[in-house]
């Protein structure tokens, strides 16, 4: 196996264990992410239960907050006065508070042994005495005992309304008496509190239910979406706001509410489906990076191979090139010089051929070096060239070489083309090159054909020719650097691949383009574009 074979194999080895590799990590990485996914489920259904407790704990603590603040010490009543430490505590808590939880707030005061009924205003915070609610007859009741000796706090069996007393040297003085906002409650604090504690990826893990405690029939609120059935978790909240002081007299709090909820598996089960998706389809691309990136490299590293091969077959070519030139001119030379010929006519025959072989050292030189120069930048002047006069200075440039082919040489130029700017020297290169390739690997065909006109914003110009043409396989590669076509290199005909790559190089520069159409064995046309001034 040669050496060239056994780094292909290798590097289609290379390439198919990566692959291998990066199936195997995608398979693996699939299988994580299904572990993960998979404790990342149990681990929302386990904090299900502290959500839900979390919701209680957050309506428990605004309430006790409220009430702590809406009810005033017994020493700021006696400092103030009611009606100013009543507002004073109003102000403090409307000033922080902007949640609308409660729909009356009422303080009792006793007077002379009977119960004189205040309503807080719920804008400005002043007391105004007015008569009893109807409804509230039971709580009055229940008050009203208290005026006479301890007696039990009222309990309303919904757990809307409750009352808070304010001790003064142990006794109950007066009572500040709270109704919660049914439906604040049920459309704004309750959904709020579903979106902030029950919501994942903007979807609700569950439904909710609040019922009254002692009257279970009475629902207070229910999810959008309703209460589906299942296994539930239920927590109490709502103690009636009740203060540490109330706690001390009427020992633990009774919790008047419960929260049911119900977990949904199925959003629990899309939140993680699509986690795992998403974290797979994450790690595919990593891994598709990954093998692309490989075989970019082996790319890249053939590429880099194949130049470097076609250098050193430049080196060769170029060396080949100027021993046989070198070996002529040495020869013609020394016979000179050493009076070998005499004769006027074959001293000048010599001195013809050392001239000939002179000129195609110092056209290969410069080949070399406009190649090297049509990569740097400002390398090429800029000034108003005629393409007309370009194309009749490489047509006289290459006359001999078409002569010697046998090559007929048909030129249609229009008359009327405009400028276009760019450098003389290296057009005339360009188009020197392109009508020597003709001469030399078309001249079986004995023609060749300029043709030069005008398009919209562009001239462009044809060399023709009717020879053997080029292969579709080896077409795309036809303007690359060191590239020679295998029928040139297998009659040996005189050349460095680099013409082409040139002329490709000369003709971008000046903003144009080059391109190759061939149908062997009908010969080839290139065809340059190079816009106008």
């Known amino acids: 196996m040669s050496r060239a074979a056994a780094k292909n194999v290798s590097e289609w080895s290379f390439i198919a264990v990566l692959a291998v590799l990066c199936g195997i990590l995608t398979v693996m990485q699939y299988r994580w992410t299904g572990d993960l996914a998979r404790a990342e489920g149990e681990r929302l259904g386990a904090d299900f239960g502290d959500r839900v407790q979390a919701i209680a704990n957050e309506f428990d603590a605004q309430l006790d907050d409220a009430c702590a603040t809406l009810v005033p010490s017994s020493r700021d009543l006696s400092d103030l006065g009611v009606e100013k430490a009543h507002l004073a505590c109003w102000k403090q808590w ?104 029950l919501s994942l990826k903007q979807q609700p893990m569950g439904a909710i239910r609040v019922k009254a405690a002692r009257e279970p029939s009475k629902v207070l609120h229910t999810s959008l979406g309703g209460f589906p059935g299942g296994k539930s978790i239920t927590v109490e909240l709502n103690s009636l706001g009740r203060s540490e002081r109330g706690q001390a007299n009427f020992g633990p709090r009774v919790a008047m509410w419960r929260l049911e909820a119900v977990r949904t598996p199925a959003i629990l089960e899309n939140i993680v489906n699509a986690s795992r998706q998403r974290n797979l389809g994450i790690a595919v691309v990593i891994n598709v990076l990954i093998l692309a990136a490989g075989v970019l490299l082996v790319y890249h590293t053939r590429k880099s191979r194949q130049l470097a091969q076609r250098q050193m077959q430049f080196v060769a070519t170029v060396s080949h090139e100027l021993r046989t030139p070198l ?166 005909t005189r050349g460095s691949g680099l013409g082409l790559s040139l002329v490709k190089d000369l003709v971008e520069a000046h903003g144009g383009s080059v391109t190759l159409h061939s149908e062997p064995p009908d010969g080839c046309t290139f065809t340059v574009n190079l816009p106008t001034a």
């Not at 609308?100 to 915070?125: C, S, W």
């Not at 040297?169 to 509190?193: C, H």
């Not at 070399?368 to 007309?388: E, S």
């Not at 006289?396 to 450098?423: K, Y």
Request: proline fraction near 5%.
């Open 94 to 197: 409307s000033d922080t508070k902007s949640l609308p939880m409660f729909t009356r707030v009422a303080v009792v005061l006793v007077q002379k042994g009977r119960l004189d009924y205040h309503e807080q205003n719920l804008i400005d915070g002043s007391l105004k005495a007015v008569a009893w609610p109807a409804d509230w007859k039971p709580l009055r009741t229940i008050l009203e005992g208290k005026v006479f000796g301890p007696n039990e706090p009222f309990v309303d069996p919904w757990g809307l309304v409750f009352e808070v007393p304010v001790f003064s040297k142990g006794r109950e003085t007066e009572w500040v008496i709270f109704e919660l906002d049914e439906n604040y409650l049920q459309n704004s604090f309750w959904p709020a509190m579903e979106q902030k504690h």
């Open 327 to 492: 070996t002529v001119i040495k020869g013609a030379a020394h016979n000179l010089q050493r009076g070998v010929v005499s004769d006027p006519e074959r001293v000048s025959r010599y001195l013809g051929v050392i001239t000939q072989n002179t000129d195609h050292l110092a056209d290969m030189v410069e080949q070399v070096l406009a190649q090297a120069g049509a990569h740097r930048a400002g390398a090429l002047k800029q000034a108003p060239v005629n393409i007309g006069e370009v194309l009749q200075a490489a047509l006289q440039a290459c006359e001999a070489e078409t002569q010697a082919a046998g090559c007929v040489v048909e030129s249609h130029i229009a008359t009327d083309l405009p400028t276009i700017t760019g450098d003389t020297a290296a057009l005339r290169r360009v188009f020197q090159n392109l009508i020597s390739n003709a001469s030399k690997h078309a001249a079986a065909g004995q023609w060749i054909g300029i043709e030069a006109e005008k398009r919209h914003g562009s001239i462009e110009i044809k060399i023709r020719d009717k020879g053997p043409g080029i292969p579709a396989a080896e077409q795309r590669r036809i303007f690359e650097p060191f590239v020679r076509g295998k029928a040139a290199e297998e009659a040996q």
